[in-house]
T-cell receptor
Framework: AQSVTQLGSHVSVSEGALVLLRCNYS??????LFWYVQYPNQGLQLLLK??????LVKGINGFEAEFKKSETSFHLTKPSAHMSDAAEYFC???????????FGAGTRLFVKA | DAGVTQSPTHLIKTRGQQVTLRCSPK?????VSWYQQALGQGPQFIFQ???????QRGNFPDRFSGHQFPNYSSELNVNALLLGDSALYLC???????????FGPGTRLTVT
């Protein structure tokens, strides 16, 4: 069965510091992997996706993630945090050819001035 | 180009009542999925509709049902509401077999 584990329900960084949000997945078949961002009282917005092409994926707003099959990880990074990055971030997995997307519990990112 | 729209934005219901939530997919999309997001949790997959049929369902009771119309819009119905049904209900649309979902802003349901 598929599952997603996000390490750390809350992460706090200073403005300008590196952002690292951790995600590990479990899947019996090659997965599609996603990172979404959710601002308060809004729906989810896709940041980036991995669909078996390049293992380093670049997304919107300066975010990127690297698919590491050996570690079953898909961690999200951004070199320099901005105040506007404060939000909830969700990692998600979907089987290739499947219909159902499984989401992690989310990590809330706080950015300190 | 309008994205995914959902109505209503907020809804307050009493235990035991029934509720209907509505979703219009992004233009050109033919597949609609529904998710329940409880406070402080990630979205949980309820079901997906394609060609007016439910083609996969998550771990939700039969009180949760849906419908897709010929114009691809969709409804989520919940009967015999429980306090635990209070959540943000998200609709997402995509192309059939597409890997990318577009989410609506959600409907906040409060059951008292």
């Amino acid at each position: 069965a598929q599952s997603v584990t996000q390490l750390g329900s809350h992460v706090s960084v200073s403005e300008g510091a590196l952002v690292l949000l951790r995600c590990n997945y479990s899947s019996s078949v090659p997965p599609y992997l996603f990172w979404y961002v959710q601002y308060p009282n809004q729906g989810l917005q896709l940041l980036l996706k991995y669909t078996s092409a390049a293992t380093l994926v670049k997304g919107i707003n300066g975010f990127e993630a690297e698919f590491k099959k050996s570690e079953t990880s898909f961690h999200l990074t951004k070199p320099s945090a901005h105040m506007s990055d404060a939000a909830e971030y969700f990692c998600a997995v979907k089987n290739t050819g499947g219909f159902k997307t499984i989401f992690g519990a989310g990590t809330r990112l706080f950015v300190k001035a | 180009d309008a994205g995914v729209t959902q109505s209503p934005t907020h809804l307050i219901k009493t235990r035991g009542q029934q509720v209907t939530l509505r979703c219009s997919p992004k233009s050109g999309h033919d597949t609609v999925s529904w998710y329940q997001q409880a406070l402080g949790q990630g979205p949980q997959f309820i079901f997906q509709y394609y060609e007016e049929e439910e083609r996969q369902r998550g771990n939700f009771p039969d009180r949760f049902s849906g419908h897709q119309f010929p114009n691809y819009s969709s409804e989520l119905n919940v009967n015999a509401l429980l306090l635990g049904d209070s959540a943000l209900y998200l609709c997402a649309s995509s192309l059939n077999r597409g890997d990318e979902q577009y989410f609506g802003p959600g409907t906040r349901l409060t059951v008292t």
